[in-house]
């Protein structure tokens, strides 16, 4: 999924699939093929090249792809991890997005029909991603550890642009290699990772082989049957009418849109504003990632271990500076003049880095309300993560009409910074670290307001 935002800006498409031909008084239609060489050329005027860049649409569609079929696919999975636990169900998705990652290259040189067919694909499968996380953190999570486990397992965004990136810019700058083998090489490690989930991970932490009594004890205390068991149930009403379930969509909403368009659109932004080469790109990009890695583990740990503050407290510090810095970099980024772009790289890098403290908010305050519902809530981000996706492409399609001009770019910059200053003003008005009502909803015959 990472690796596709960088090597979009080094694919081209064929073109090759509809051209008209005029020769003396002769007209006819036909498909040019591919083994002509790296230009068609008629009456040594016409000068057609065999590839051209995606278009801004195109660019556009494909991310659309990704975002309507996680956008289908996320409350599904959801249900079935509810259902049958998260070992077999977020392996096929694994398996799904290997598949489909081998593939892309032969799907792009084909056409757009087979390049958005993969890209659905490929979205279907990330719909898993986070109501996993959810369900892994409310099963094995301890109550006073969810700051720091939340801030493990949400390092996968990070740590994926920090692997991904500098990868992806040595292999595509690669004489021998080329963009294609970016594909090929991550779909020869997925299943090595997805493998070792298999391996270690089961739904139900006291059947663990690994896990000792003691361990199990300190992460089944406190909690009550209904959050140990898997009864299958989940009461939908009751979850989606919680203002505070609410409240945290929003700042996730918020939160998700601004990164999400960052991760996507910086290595664009470094390539056509601050007019860096293709490997220092890779290596530009990849520094937010690398330093929001320590920053998010730290945050998480400092969340659930600064005594001197309540829960509350803690919540409301981390949210705000992961919504409200992260605002204020964004706004100062497209106001950083020509001369000065190693400090746009800097302000990006610190509005990466702020908004991986987010484990420490608004994350952490939606699995401990929603308890054993805490998958489904989790999931509802990444419902809005995959909207994101859809609206990122959307807001550059219509505010970046050309991609090396500043002030295009700092309309958008702008416009996040306010819907982040604006999330956080709810937060503080709303956060909790009680568990909702809803959580006492355990059975259909239970759930009268259902």
Not at 103 to 112: D, I, N, T, V, W
Not at 124 to 151: D, E, K, M, P, S
Not at 180 to 198: C, D, E, Q, R
Not at 286 to 300: D, E, N, Q, T
Request: hydrophobic share 50%; aromatic share 14%.
């Amino acid at each position: 999924m990472i690796v596709f935002n960088f090597t979009l800006i080094l694919m081209k498409r064929p073109n090759w699939e509809n051209i008209t031909i005029t020769i003396s008084n002769f007209n006819s239609s036909t498909k040019i093929k591919e083994e002509v060489g790296p230009f068609v050329v008629f009456n040594q005027t016409h000068i057609i090249p065999k590839n051209v860049p995606h278009s801004q649409a195109e660019k556009a569609q494909l991310q659309y792809a990704v975002g309507i079929a996680s956008i289908i696919s996320t409350f599904p999975f959801s249900m079935l991890y509810t259902k049958f636990g998260a070992r077999f169900v977020f392996l096929s998705a694994g398996i799904l997005s290997t598949i489909s990652t081998g593939l892309l290259p032969f799907a792009a040189s084909k056409g757009m029909i087979e390049f958005t067919l993969i890209r659905l694909i490929q979205g279907f499968a990330y719909g898993a991603n986070f109501a996993a996380i959810g369900f892994v953190c409310q099963r094995w999570a301890t109550l006073q550890q969810h700051g720091f486990f939340l801030a493990c397992m949400t390092t996968f965004n990070g740590l994926s642009v920090t692997l991904t990136n500098p990868v992806a810019a040595f292999i595509s700058s690669a004489p021998s290699l080329g963009w294609p083998y970016v594909y090929y090489f991550h779909a020869l490690i997925s299943p090595i990772l997805f493998g070792l989930w298999l391996f270690l991970y089961t739904d139900h932490p006291d059947t663990h082989s690994c896990v000792s009594q003691h361990e199990k004890d300190l992460i089944l205390s406190g909690k009550s049957e209904a959050e140990i068991g898997l009864s299958g149930f989940m009461p939908y009403r009751a979850i989606l009418t919680n203002k505070i379930v609410l409240v945290i969509w929003l700042n996730s909403f918020a939160d998700i849109i601004t990164s999400v368009f960052l991760i996507t659109y910086l290595p664009t932004y470094i390539s056509k504003v601050l007019r860096y080469g293709v490997r220092e790109t890779g290596i530009w990009s990849a520094l937010p990632a690398l330093l929001h890695l320590p920053v998010k583990l730290i945050s998480g740990w400092l969340s659930d271990n600064m005594r001197f503050m309540s829960e509350i407290g803690r919540m409301l510090l981390f949210n705000s500076i992961a919504l409200v810095g992260s605002g204020v970099a964004y706004a100062l980024v497209g106001f950083v003049p020509d001369d000065k772009r190693f400090l746009a790289v800097i302000l990006m890098t610190i509005n990466f880095v702020l908004a991986s403290t987010n484990c420490g908010g608004f994350y952490k305050c939606a699995t401990l309300i929603s308890r054993q519902y805490a998958h489904f809530v989790v999931a509802g981000i990444q419902f809005e993560k995959s909207v994101t996706l859809f609206v990122s492409p959307l807001l550059f399609l219509l505010f970046v009409q050309d991609e090396s001009n500043r002030e295009q770019w700092r309309i958008i910059f702008i416009g996040m910074a306010i819907i982040l200053f604006v999330a956080n003003t709810f937060f503080w008005f709303f956060v909790t670290d009680q568990p909702a009502e809803f959580t006492k909803i355990v059975t259909k015959q239970k759930s009268e307001k259902e």
